[in-house]
């Protein structure tokens, strides 16, 4: 499967080591810094470094290469849908790292037009593929949770002036937005996943207590009511000192707890069901090694990608979870302007109707 990256920045990485495992064909890459190509490659070299070609302009490397069939898009955020739609236009298929949008209209956009093209569509939330998080899932698809109480997302991270001085659109409300749609998008994406996916309710608060050289929140916090009557709260944040400290799911059900902990939802901090076997007895502990934040699912991702081109069904993180996840972070930012509850479904906002707020 002949493949193509847009975006050579820091979560690149992952991407090429997820062609490299999967073993497509690498045909061109594409950054607007045509030295970010050789840093990149210079992390991580590519099955077939010599044979790929490089641009600057991803329009001209789609229109010149017509034969590649699969491109990550890994820029700033707010040209992910962008680019996004220009390549569904054309018929290729995507994967879109996080967020998939800056607004729920794009979004919307995205889904509608995949479907009409019939492109594969998937939003890069990889951390669904962690062991730790799979087995959660599994336990409650078998129903073994029972009715679910509550459950909660805690991210707790650092990120200093040095990591939003290595790329000035971080932290602006037209590229990026804050902790909460950047770093903490991927556990929202779990909790949302996790209590059911139909929100009722979602009630935010956002502050910038110490990253004040950005327009946008360093922590916030928000309750969630679900339609099925479980209720969640979230916590994310990059004011922790001097580290990355955990980011941490737990899930509370009348028949059993479990908490996933570690600094990306990694390992299993607790399991206990009240219908336990022999097999719970290695879940109990479990830890899952990563060489950074963002875990080892783009490879699982990326193969289930390829495998739902291939065989044509939908894949397992489709357009629509990326919309929820974004749509759970806007609803929060309303929240916040307003100071009222939002109900979901959010029919439109975007993350630069919140200029000004800080």
């Known amino acids: 499967m002949k493949y193509a990256l847009i975006g050579c920045g820091r979560i690149a990485v992952n991407h090429v080591k997820a062609v490299n495992n999967n073993n497509l064909e690498f045909v061109a890459a594409c950054d607007t810094v045509p030295g970010n190509i050789d840093i990149l490659f210079g992390k991580i070299e590519p099955n077939n470094k010599d044979g790929i070609a490089r641009y600057t302009d991803y329009k001209q490397m789609i229109e010149e290469h017509p034969e590649i069939e699969l491109i990550s898009i890994a820029t700033p955020s707010g040209i992910h849908a962008e680019i996004a739609l220009f390549c569904i236009d054309h018929g290729i298929n995507v994967i879109i790292e996080k967020p998939m949008a800056m607004n729920i209209a794009d979004a919307d956009e995205i889904i509608r037009r995949s479907e009409e093209k019939g492109v594969v569509v998937s939003a890069c939330h990889q951390n669904r593929f962690n062991i730790a998080v799979q087995k959660m899932r599994k336990a409650l698809e078998a129903g073994r949770f029972g009715t679910i109480s509550h459950g909660s997302i805690h991210v707790r991270w650092n990120r200093n002036k040095a990591y939003y001085d290595q790329a000035p659109w971080r932290g602006t409300w037209q590229d990026d937005g804050g902790c909460l749609m950047n770093q903490c998008i991927h556990g929202i994406d779990l909790l949302r996943w996790m209590m059911g996916g139909e929100v009722e309710s979602v009630y935010g608060v956002t502050r910038q207590q110490f990253h004040h050289y950005l327009e946008a929140e360093d922590v916030g916090m928000a309750v969630v009511t679900f339609k099925n009557g479980a209720i969640a709260t979230i916590e ?52 899952e090694a990563t060489s950074n934040v963002y875990g080892n699912g783009h490879t699982s991702l990326f193969a289930d990608v390829m495998d739902s081109i291939t065989n044509h069904h939908k894949p397992y993180v489709d357009a629509v979870a990326g919309r929820n996840a974004l749509e759970m972070i806007l609803a929060i930012y309303k929240s916040m302007k307003t100071g009222q509850p939002v109900k979901l479904p959010l029919e439109d906002f975007a993350s630069t109707d919140m200029k000004g707020t800080f």
């Open 236 to 287: 994310g944040t990059t004011n922790v000192y001097p580290k990355n400290l955990e980011e941490t799911l737990y899930l509370f059900g009348e028949k059993g707890t479990v908490k996933i902990g570690g600094t990306s939802t990694n390992n299993i901090d607790v399991w206990d069901f009240a219908d336990e076997s022999e097999e719970d007895q290695a879940n109990k502990d479990l830890k």
